[in-house]
């Protein structure tokens, strides 16, 4: 059984579109999940939004239907930021290795105050067993956690306008 209809997508702007439409309906859906007080949820869904503006960026700046680029792209998925930064950090600077580390570290610093969303991101949706102490880790976001997500969100989209504008 397949469910769904399958959307072909053969030129790099309409990906990138693709990529914006997810990344805004992530958002709306992180919103709404708040608004229920599903923080969790919530939280997954704000960070899911980051991931596809960064994405999305990629996708404007290069043809990602390339098999090259299309490969290069792939290999940010499973819901890494991380991934997905140095890719588009790489796209914008090419081999200048001191804008690379510029970018990365305004980045960290400033929008996502040091959060490592490797850690965060899959243990807010399951429960992380810890062999060392023998027992589950989970977090619970609270409404406060969310706003800082939407608030990281909101100075990504900001940011990543603004390197748009500047790095082409």
């Keep these: 059984m397949q469910l769904g209809k399958r959307k072909i997508i053969d030129d790099s702007f309409t990906a990138a579109e693709k990529y914006l439409e997810i990344a805004n309906a992530d958002e709306e859906a ?5 608004e229920k007080q599903l923080f969790n949820q919530s939280g997954y869904f704000f960070i899911q939004s ?3 503006h960064i994405k999305y960026c990629i996708a404007k700046k290069i043809n990602v239907t390339n098999p090259h680029f299309a490969d290069e792209l792939r290999k940010t998925m499973g819901h890494s930021l991380d991934e997905s930064l140095n890719l588009l950090f790489k796209v914008c600077t090419g081999n200048d290795e001191s804008l690379f580390n510029q970018l990365n570290a305004q980045l960290k610093n400033q ?4 959060t490592n969303f490797s850690l965060l991101h899959n243990k807010v949706r399951y429960p992380i067993f810890s062999p060392k102490f023998q027992n589950y880790t989970f977090p619970e976001l609270n409404a406060r956690d969310c706003e800082t997500l939407r608030d990281m969100l909101t100075l990504l989209k900001k940011y990543l306008e603004d390197i748009s504008r500047r790095v082409s």
């Design 50 to 52: 980051m991931e596809k």
């Design 111 to 114: 929008v996502f105050r040091d």
């Design 30 to 34: 992180a919103v709404a999940l708040c």
